[in-house]
């Protein structure tokens, strides 16, 4: 005995569905696991005012030096050919 055509996509759209609902429960699960393994940072410290400009970059040449080969590689360029006239902190 043969099932009918629409049977056929009935239940296997209904397998798909119900799939796809399970994998959201399992990550919503584990998710909610992990928060809870983890546990949430401490904020015993008050968060710090952005640095000013007096604060220094500790070796600021070897510091320039690597910000240089880093974007000398990206553009392609020759090292060089590229001129950092200042670097401020973010």
């Known amino acids: 005995m043969a099932l009918p055509n629409w049977f056929v996509c009935v239940i296997g759209i209904g397998i798909v569905f119900v ?3 399970s994998l959201v429960l399992i990550c919503s699960v ?3 696991v992990c928060k809870i393994f983890a546990g949430s940072p401490k904020k015993d410290k008050a968060p ?3 640095s000013s400009q007096s604060e220094e970059i500790p070796n600021k ?3 320039i ?3 240089s080969a880093a974007l ?3 553009l392609g ?3 060089s050919a590229i001129r ?3 670097v401020k902190r973010i």
Do not use: K
Request: proline residues 4%; negative net charge.
């Open 77 to 79: 360029e020759d090292v």
């Open 65 to 67: 030096a690597a910000v």
């Open 48 to 50: 710090s005012a952005p």
């Open 61 to 63: 040449r070897e510091f």
């Open 72 to 74: 000398a590689e990206e």
């Open 84 to 86: 950092i006239l200042s």
């Open 30 to 32: 584990t998710g909610a």
């Open 19 to 21: 799939g796809l609902i």
